[in-house]
């Protein structure tokens, strides 16, 4: 379980004290998902905090891609034991945990670092609904994670989206709350019955949606039919 308040009970690794910004070192070369997560991770926390988190090495927020990871890093990766081995042979896949103090974000591929980013803003207190139905998040003065904590995560179907056939909304708007909500397909029109594509099909096909709303009526109708998670695969403290 992740911690947003002083506790007695475990140690806790403190990433947001009331004074400082929430600190962040990537490694190695961020792909254009990576850059989009973290700008929406930047603008999260600053509207929990009323301070945009800062780039520089040494932050306390570590952020790995395996499968662009130089050897060196990735060699102090397991010697560290990070428990890579959970996701590296998995599509879209990220760990997240605390190790010497910091918290660790260590994604399979791009997709999957971008995922285990926006996951900490939502651990945060952050809904993936944030500029969609006003679901503004309530201000923060400490952010801190059980020292024992982690969770590894990794999705049980390979396309993942929803499908928009109002011409109205915003495909920058759309592409971030696809990311957001862990996707990455979004169709403009329904797809022919014979390319396989099965996008559609419930409830397995259908994004999370922890504050589900009107804005698609499809979306909508797939939560009523109880495609509420799915993320189905897996693991937190096992």
């Known amino acids: 379980t992740c911690l947003f308040a002083l506790s007695t009970a475990a140690k806790e690794v403190?990433?947001?004290n009331g004074r400082q910004s929430v600190s962040y070192q990537f490694h190695g070369k961020r792909s254009p998902v990576i850059d989009t997560a973290l700008d929406l991770f930047c603008e999260d926390i600053h509207q929990l905090t009323g301070k945009r988190?800062?780039?520089h090495?040494?932050?306390i927020l570590e952020i790995f891609e395996l499968d662009k990871l130089k050897d060196k890093d990735f060699i102090q990766l397991q010697?560290?034991?990070i428990p890579i081995e959970r996701i590296i042979a998995k599509e879209d896949a990220f760990y997240i945990g605390c190790q010497g103090g910091n918290i660790v974000i260590v994604g399979?591929?791009?997709?999957g670092t971008a995922y285990g980013i926006l996951e900490l803003s939502r651990l945060a207190g952050v809904?993936?609904?944030?500029?969609?139905?006003?679901?503004r998040p309530a201000r923060k003065q400490y952010l801190a994670m059980k020292s024992d904590f982690y969770t590894v995560q990794w999705p049980s179907v390979k396309k993942r989206g929803f499908y928009v056939s109002n011409g109205?909304?915003?495909s920058r708007s759309l592409t971030e709350l696809l990311l957001r909500l862990r996707g990455n397909t979004l169709?403009?029109?329904l797809p022919a019955e014979d390319i396989g594509t099965k996008v559609l099909q419930l409830p397995e096909r259908w994004l999370p949606c922890t504050q589900p709303g009107f804005v698609y009526h499809e979306m909508w109708q797939a939560y009523r039919n109880g495609a509420t998670h799915e993320w189905v695969m897996s693991l937190d403290n096992p």
């Open 53 to 55: 988190p800062e780039s």
């Open 14 to 16: 403190v990433w947001f």
């Open 57 to 59: 090495e040494g932050g």
């Open 168 to 170: 109205k909304f915003d």
């Open 108 to 111: 399979s591929n791009a997709h």
């Open 127 to 135: 809904s993936p609904w944030i500029d969609w139905n006003d679901a």
């Open 79 to 81: 010697k560290r034991k």
């Open 187 to 189: 169709l403009h029109k």
